[in-house]
T-cell receptor, first 111, second 114 residues
Framework: DQQVKQNSPSLSVQEGRISILNCDYTNSMFDYFLWYKKYPAEGPTFLIS?????DKNEDGRFTVFLNKSAKHLSLHIVPSQPGDSAVYFC??????????FGTGTSLTVIP | DSGVTQTPKHLITATGQRVTLRCSPRSGDLSVYWYQQSLDQGLQFLIQ???????AKGNILERFSAQQFPDLHSELNLSSLELGDSALYFC?????????????FGPGTRLTVL
């Protein structure tokens, strides 16, 4: 049972435009959400996180939005750069410090 | 380079066999997490150790076990291997026992069961 879902396996965006990656979750008890970026042949790298008590967190070009009523999380990258091309995973922390990851969205930024 | 090391990088073995995957966390990190990523699947959390003690448990099969040693490195033991155990196994580490801090991932061990 996939408690964290990323329904778009891939996304292509022109360089300089906004990339929006989406994530949906089912468990209202999740209290902490994270985004990771993964390049081929490497482990995931932490990107940005947000607590369930907030609705927005910004770090440079990356902003994460949380809509708890919709159980929806999104990552905005503005402006997108070719180096942002990677697979992006969203993750959520549940009870007992367990982490649930989505299946990932492969982002391609076209120069 | 995250500072987390995993060995071996690749492992090919046969069904029914047993393997051990090794992870060394970043210097100063006390928590180690293990994840499994099967084809077209997200990362599945297996287990967390903090300073030698089991801290959290996910969907880890009974055929799998892990431990964290006094020097804080960790090993994931997989036994009675099945074809479906073929996957990328990631180890991650963090400073504290709770993961408000980011987890730093190693490069993974690719296990192929033939």
């Amino acid at each position: 049972d996939q408690q964290v879902k990323q329904n778009s396996p891939s996304l292509s965006v022109q360089e300089g435009r906004i990339s929006i990656l989406n994530c949906d979750y089912t468990n209202s008890m999740f209290d902490y959400f994270l985004w990771y970026k993964k390049y081929p042949a490497e482990g995931p790298t932490f990107l940005i996180s947000i607590s369930s008590i907030k609705d927005k967190n910004e770090d440079g070009r990356f902003t994460v939005f949380l809509n708890k009523s919709a159980k929806h999380l999104s990552l905005h990258i503005v402006p997108s750069q070719p180096g942002d091309s990677a697979v992006y995973f969203c993750a959520a922390r549940g009870t007992g410090n367990q982490f649930y990851f989505g299946t990932g969205t492969s982002l391609t930024v076209i120069p | 380079d995250s500072g987390v090391t995993q060995t071996p990088k690749h492992l090919i073995t046969a069904t029914g066999q047993r393997v051990t995957l090794r992870c060394s966390p970043r210097s100063g990190d006390l928590s180690v997490y293990w994840y499994q990523q099967s084809l077209d699947q997200g990362l599945q959390f297996l287990i967390q150790y903090y300073n030698g003690e089991e801290r959290a448990k996910g969907n880890i099969l009974e055929r799998f076990s892990a431990q964290q040693f006094p020097d804080l490195h960790s090993e994931l033991n997989l036994s009675s291997l099945e074809l479906g155990d073929s996957a990328l196994y990631f180890c991650a580490s963090s400073q504290g026992s709770l993961s408000y801090n980011e987890q730093f991932f190693g490069p993974g061990t690719r296990l192929t069961v033939l």
